[in-house]
């Protein structure tokens, strides 16, 4: 059931005064009521932007699990709570006021957001240089530059700075940095990249902060001009939640109420009223705030995933978590949160994939991952794994305990198959057991059969190398193996000089003993030395004289 609200009527908040228009273009969601030109000339410049990183770091068109939205304000009126990048409810923010420069954070923080969202991880001295050179952004006309000094400058900006503005370094830098974003060796890829040593391309780099003589690099822009981008409609109730989605505390929960009363984004209202009571620490209150949205059908997948934080169902919040992946497939969190709900090792080894392949610098992700490769045996996928782990971890000590992980796989696969060795051992040795005795009991039928109905004592145990009681027995050499429909023929030159031959009806239910080749196979034999046990039973038909009890291979 909705709750009620008490609505704090704040006449300003009721109605988004002025006139507001929209302007698209990748991820980017321009919303102003300073007009066009702002409007235009801030998406102008973020798409500049994007474009220009693109460039230096290889990747042409970067994206982000979900838009970013920009708000341009004529008069911010206390909106603007943060110069830099922000969570929003179901976006990015950036709030900004018009006529004003953008701020340095807001250009930091998008180079991070890119970074994290199209790359994996690249050394950290690399990742940082990149995002302070790119703190100090500038785009005048059709000019792009970069590397214009950030306050403090050190050795990750320099050496970042150098290989971008130095014409024998800017066309290769995209290079190296490929390279190392695929895990190859530093010393490869930078031989690969530049054909120069790491030791050689940081001994520049300090030379070139030394000097302090940083020229600005300038970076080809997209053939793009403001009229590219098309003014679009914008509802007020749009204008109204996406001012209050900037979660600016107070004055966004009255906007969020003020819509709930109005019964328009009432789904999306009910979401942003339990993001703020997630920041006051009220989970009761976010998981009823949560729980209304859904009911009045949100389709925010942030919505699901905070509510299945929040819900102690089991069964539901793996529905609301299904329900967020389907809404939005490029998040990992709905994965992860359903792996971590899973009893199924199966199911749960597919969700922590699909986490690890929407966010591959979660290093959390692929040490699940190996984990779970590890209790099914599969190494080979294990050290997969460990490796991007190694890869994605950012603290050092995190990276070498993934890295003796992977060291660690060759001996645990060595052990599991040495242990699956003596396994497969001990019950080759309980069938051979079995199959023994299957054997006495076979010769036990056999003597009560040719001992002329004299009564067998059950009871007393044959002895496996004693053989049966047999009465008849030769040894010579085995000639020949005649394979017939009713059985198996030997012939054997005797050592009397006598050519015997034996009839075995099934060869499964005679016993053989002794060294070396112990198969009959069909045809000429090479002359083997054999003692055979057999009862005295003649078959014309088969020109043989006995059946075989018993072979010792000698």
């Not at 009620?4 to 009521?33: E, K, M, N, Q, R």
């Not at 830098?173 to 890829?189: C, E, F, H, K, T």
């Amino acid at each position: 059931m909705r709750r009620l609200l008490p609505l704090i009527f704040i006449p300003w908040l009721l109605a988004a005064s002025g006139h507001w228009a929209l302007y698209t273009s990748g991820p980017f969601v321009v919303l102003t009521d300073a007009g066009a030109h702002a409007g235009q000339g801030t998406l102008l410049r973020f798409e500049e932007f994007r474009h220009a990183l693109g460039q230096i770091i290889g990747e042409p068109d970067l994206e982000t699990p979900v838009p970013i939205r920009v708000l341009v304000f004529k008069d911010a009126r206390g909106w603007i709570s943060s110069t830099s990048l922000a969570e929003g409810r179901d976006c990015y923010a950036i709030a900004l006021a018009a006529n004003a420069p953008i701020p340095s954070a807001v250009y930091t923080g998008l180079t991070r957001l890119f970074l994290e969202s199209n790359t994996k991880r690249m050394p950290a001295h690399f990742e940082h240089g990149l995002i302070e050179l790119f703190s100090t952004f500038q785009i005048t006309g059709i000019h792009i530059t970069v590397g214009e000094p950030p306050p403090n400058p050190d050795l990750d900006w320099a050496r970042v700075h150098l290989l971008a503005s130095d014409p024998q370094y800017y066309g290769r830098l995209r290079v190296l940095l490929y390279n190392l974003r695929q895990g190859v060796d530093q010393s490869a890829a930078y031989q690969n990249a530049f054909g120069k040593s790491p030791a050689e391309i940081e001994a520049q780099a300090k030379t070139h902060l030394a000097a302090g003589n940083f020229q600005l690099a300038v970076i080809s822009s997209r053939p793009l001009t403001e009229r590219d981008f098309r003014e679009k409609a914008v509802s007020d109730s749009d204008v109204r939640l996406s001012r209050a989605d900037l979660l600016a505390g107070a004055q966004s929960a009255a906007e969020y109420k003020a819509l709930i009363h109005d019964q328009v984004k009432v789904a999306e209202s009910w979401e942003g009223l339990g993001l703020l009571a997630l920041r006051d620490h009220n989970q009761s209150e976010a998981h009823r705030d949560f729980s209304a949205a859904i009911d009045a059908g949100s389709k925010s997948a942030r919505c699901y995933i905070e509510y299945a934080k929040l819900e102690p169902d089991h069964a539901k919040a793996t529905q609301a978590l299904l329900r967020a992946a389907g809404i939005n497939s490029k998040l990992d969190e709905p994965f992860a949160l359903l792996a971590q709900h899973e009893t199924d090792p199966q199911k749960r080894l597919m969700y922590w994939k699909d986490a690890a392949q929407r966010n591959p610098r979660n290093a959390a992700y692929w040490k699940a991952l190996a984990e779970g490769y590890l209790a099914e045996h599969n190494f080979t996928e294990a050290a997969k794994a460990w490796t991007a782990g190694e890869q994605a971890a950012s603290d050092p000590a995190e990276r070498e305990r993934m890295h003796q992980a992977r060291m660690a796989i060759e001996k645990q696969r060595l052990d599991y198959e040495d242990t699956a060795r003596k396994q497969q051992a001990d019950a080759d040795a309980r069938e051979l057991d079995t199959l023994k005795q299957e054997a006495r009991a076979h010769v036990h039928q056999l003597e009560s059969e040719y001992s002329d109905s004299k009564p067998v004592n059950e009871d007393k145990v044959v002895p496996w190398w004693s053989g049966s009681k047999a009465p008849a027995h030769v040894t010579g050499s085995l000639s020949k193996v005649d394979c017939l429909r009713t059985g198996t023929r030997l012939v054997i030159a005797g050592d009397d000089h006598k050519t015997i031959r034996l009839l075995i009806p099934d060869p499964s239910k005679i016993v053989m003993t002794g060294t070396g080749d112990m198969s009959l196979g069909c045809g000429v034999q090479q002359p083997r030395r054999v003692s055979i046990q057999y009862f005295p039973k003649s078959n014309p038909k088969l020109a043989t004289t006995g059946e075989v009890a018993t072979i010792e291979f000698q």
